[in-house]
């Protein structure tokens, strides 16, 4: 397999708490990777770092062999880097298909309707974000990252305040464009139902440093992670 997306030594402060620690990662093209940890671990500095939105920090990074360190968000975007946020990154009062054309002409990108159908948005483009069900709106703010149909996809809690079955359909839609699209994804997430349900392999930042990696079966046992993050949760 060939690696989609790579940091190298990458390290980030705020005074003097490290929040990462030459942290080294790399995801492999087509892979869905998991990032867990306690709170204040470190994760989504790491994914603020590693789709530009971050200041300050030291480290490289590439996409596709491609060093982007140096690039600007709407630069790593247009290489096929996307991300989306754990609060949504939405225009509450403006129709859903609006957004989603004013996105898709941004990029360039003609194929939205593979996007509305992937995220059975179809229905919902006359309504205001603002009018929908939450859960809606978190389809809507993974409908506008995969705009453009990026070849790798950051996701920083993509199911915080869903339910739990809202939870398990947004994990199927991801197992599925992974596997339809070809895409990537490096995920953010606290609920590890859906972790251990659709991760390839997880990563496990503990105070900026990496814990441990492997596939779920893996991180389960592994008695550092338990010790540190998991507890009765595994």
Same mark, same amino acid.
């Given at each position: 397999?060939?690696?989609?997306?790579?940091?190298?030594?990458?390290?980030? !402060?705020?005074?003097?708490?490290?929040?990462?620690?030459?942290?080294?990662?790399?995801?492999?093209?087509?892979?869905?990777?998991?990032?867990?940890?306690?709170?204040?671990?470190?994760?989504?500095?790491?994914?603020?770092?590693?789709?530009?939105?971050?200041?300050?920090?030291?480290?490289?990074?590439?996409?596709?062999?491609?060093?982007?360190?140096?690039?600007?968000?709407?630069?790593?975007?247009?290489?096929?880097?996307?991300?989306?946020?754990?609060?949504?990154?939405?225009?509450?009062?403006?129709?859903?298909?609006?957004?989603?054309?004013?996105?898709?002409?941004?990029?360039?990108?003609?194929?939205?309707?593979?996007?509305?159908?992937?995220?059975?948005?179809?229905?919902?483009?006359?309504?205001?974000?603002?009018?929908?069900?939450?859960?809606?709106?978190?389809?809507?703010?993974?409908?506008?990252?995969?705009?453009?149909?990026?070849?790798?996809?950051?996701?920083?809690?993509?199911?915080?305040?869903?339910?739990?079955?809202?939870?398990?359909?947004? !994990?199927?839609?991801?197992?599925?464009?992974?596997?339809?699209?070809?895409?990537?994804?490096?995920?953010?997430?606290?609920?590890?139902?859906?972790?251990?349900?659709?991760?390839?392999?997880?990563?496990?930042?503990?105070?900026?440093?990496?814990?441990?990696?492997?596939?779920?079966?893996?991180?389960?046992?592994?008695?550092?992670?338990?010790?540190?993050?998991?507890?009765?949760? !595994?």
């Amino acid at each position: 397999m060939t690696t989609a997306l790579e940091g190298r030594n990458l390290s980030r !402060a705020f005074g003097g708490f490290r929040a990462l620690d030459d942290v080294d990662i790399a995801v492999e093209s087509g892979e869905i990777r998991g990032l867990i940890g306690p709170n204040g671990a470190g994760k989504s500095t790491l994914i603020d770092v590693l789709s530009g939105r971050a200041e300050n920090w030291s480290g490289q990074i590439r996409l596709n062999g491609e060093d982007i360190t140096r690039l600007k968000v709407q630069d790593r975007r247009h290489r096929g880097l996307a991300r989306s946020f754990q609060r949504t990154n939405i225009f509450p009062a403006i129709a859903i298909g609006t957004q989603l054309t004013v996105a898709s002409r941004a990029l360039g990108e003609t194929g939205l309707s593979d996007v509305v159908e992937a995220l059975t948005l179809g229905h919902l483009l006359d309504r205001r974000a603002d009018e929908v069900s939450y859960g809606d709106q978190r389809r809507l703010d993974l409908a506008l990252a995969l705009v453009g149909r990026p070849q790798v996809l950051l996701l920083d809690e993509p199911a915080a305040g869903l339910t739990v079955e809202e939870s398990l359909k947004l !994990a199927e839609i991801l197992r599925d464009l992974v596997r339809r699209w070809g895409l990537t994804v490096l995920i953010v997430e606290h609920d590890m139902e859906v972790i251990f349900s659709i991760c390839d392999r997880i990563t496990v930042l503990h105070l900026g440093k990496i814990l441990a990696e492997g596939d779920p079966g893996e991180i389960r046992r592994h008695p550092s992670v338990v010790s540190a993050y998991l507890g009765s949760q !595994a």
